[in-house]
């Protein structure tokens, strides 16, 4: 695999490296580290088909507002139909063996698991993880991200969907990149944002299918999908979507150079809260340290727990479980 000069990827910042040492790194720049968090190992049956057909997604409106409770209603989607499966399987969790299903939204598939019904009788919440590079806590018959996950949003009403790139590798970068064997160049950003209209377009396919609450949406990503939520969701439909953003080992300021909506206005912000976690070795500290200022600028509460000694992605912190972590601390009651 081709690598950068250490030097220059850290003068340019903008691009992202695997969440797994097993993972192609595109665009590291610097050797695999290790990822804490191992496989649990239980094997999975992820070939059993649910004899549905696809949804894929045509008829979502990315462009249409979100319905941010025109009734009289509790504040949700008052979505029903779920999206159908193209098949299933299972995965072990802290919570049990739970069964996960694999559906597709224009051009995103997605895995997702159901919360344990009858917890509250009241909307269900919704957690999106999307995968740093080469998608390895996505792929396989076992996949780290739902194992890892799926067991605290099952058990606290939360429908839980963890997401592939639209050219299954990399979220930070354009979609037409679907060879992910060489190093992306800095060249390869989605500054269009077409990765960050298909993430509207399965938000938005998800609150039709479900009771979902209006917000805050629980955002989960590791390196390049960090990279994709604060650099090119955010900017674009941060106002539309409130969310609680659990970021691992990555994250950058807009590429746009600035927000495309007044965040400077708190009603928009929406109670949108940021926690970074990273090690001070990260090739991408300055990135992710630029990033912090400048939504902390904007008046975003900002969290940050940085690792002492820890690389990109690397022990001695599990970058995924890390997720799971923010996410029960942001929602506790």
Not at 121 to 128: F, G, Q
Not at 173 to 184: F, G, I, K, L, Q
């Amino acid at each position: 695999m081709s690598r950068f000069v250490l030097a220059a990827v850290l003068a340019l910042g903008l691009s992202a490296c695997s969440d797994d040492p097993d993972e192609v790194t595109p665009d590291s720049g610097t050797n695999p580290t290790t990822d804490a968090g191992t496989d649990a190992g239980t094997n999975t049956d992820a070939g059993t088909d649910a004899g549905a057909d696809v949804d894929a997604g045509t008829d979502v409106d990315a462009g249409t507002d979100v319905d941010a409770g025109t009734d009289a209603g509790p504040g949700s989607s008052h979505g029903s139909g779920k999206l159908a499966c193209s098949k299933t399987g299972t995965v072990s969790t802290d919570a049990g063996t739970l069964t996960y299903c694999v559906a597709q939204v224009g051009a995103t598939e997605v895995k997702y698991i159901e919360p344990k019904q009858g917890i509250v009788p009241e909307p269900m919440r919704l957690a999106i993880y999307l995968h740093g590079d080469g998608a390895s806590t996505y792929n396989g018959n076992n996949p780290r991200s739902l194992f890892t996950h799926g067991g605290w949003t099952y058990g606290h009403n939360t429908l839980y969907v963890t997401a592939l790139a639209p050219n299954k590798c990399a979220w930070w970068t354009v979609p037409e990149r679907t060879d992910c064997s060489t190093e992306a160049p800095i060249e390869a950003r989605d500054l269009e944002g077409k990765n960050a209209a298909e993430l509207v377009s399965l938000i938005e396919a998800l609150r039709k299918g479900w009771d979902i609450q209006d917000a805050p949406i629980l955002f989960g990503g590791s390196s390049g999908g960090s990279i994709q939520l604060t650099a090119s969701f955010l900017p674009r439909y941060g106002d539309r979507y409130p969310g609680i953003y659990a970021l691992s080992c990555g994250g950058e300021k807009p590429w746009s150079g600035s927000m495309n909506w007044d965040a400077s206005n708190a009603a928009l912000r929406g109670g949108t809260k940021f926690w970074f976690t990273y090690g001070d070795q990260d090739y991408l500290l300055q990135d992710i340290q630029a990033a912090e200022a400048y939504f902390g600028g904007l008046g975003f509460p900002v969290n940050d727990k940085v690792i002492a000694g820890a690389a990109h992605c690397a022990q001695p912190f599990d970058q995924v479980g890390r997720v799971t972590e923010v996410w029960n601390e942001a929602t506790a009651q």
